[in-house]
Nanobody
Framework: QVQLVESGGGLVQPGGSLRLSCVAS????????MNWYRRAPGKERDMVAT????????TYADSVKGRFTISRDNTKNTMYLQMNSLKPEDTAVYYC?????????WGQGTRVTVSS
């Protein structure tokens, strides 16, 4: 079955950086668009970034453009989210997502807290 495991979250000061990872298994990773979402406290889960299966195209939420970079390594079945210039409003649980046969699959999430 599809399994997505996020890691790399933590506590960071404003202006700092973190790199999140998502290791995927149970499906042909290199054939699927992959997504990062986040859920801030008290808010809905929102899409952060998307990457095509080859990694040649990416899209970002306006709130993270120029600060976050999504990437993937199909040889390792792993997706990444490099987060720079972090702001307190980036505080959220970050989730890895794939849609397979119309069914969304989610990891357990990794918590990012941006605070001084």
């Amino acid at each position: 079955q599809v399994q997505l495991v996020e890691s790399g979250g933590g506590l960071v000061q404003p202006g700092g950086s973190l790199r999140l990872s998502c290791v995927a298994s149970g499906f042909p990773f290199s054939l699927y668009v992959m997504n990062w979402y986040r859920r801030a406290p008290g808010k809905e889960r929102d899409m952060v970034a998307t990457i095509t299966y080859t990694g040649d195209r990416t899209t970002y939420a306006d709130s993270v453009k120029g600060r976050f970079t999504i990437s993937r390594d199909n040889t390792k079945n792993t997706m990444y989210l490099q987060m720079n210039s972090l702001k307190p409003e980036d505080t959220a649980v970050y989730y890895c997502n794939v849609i397979r046969s119309g069914v969304p699959h989610w990891g357990q999430g990794t918590r990012v807290t941006v605070s001084s």
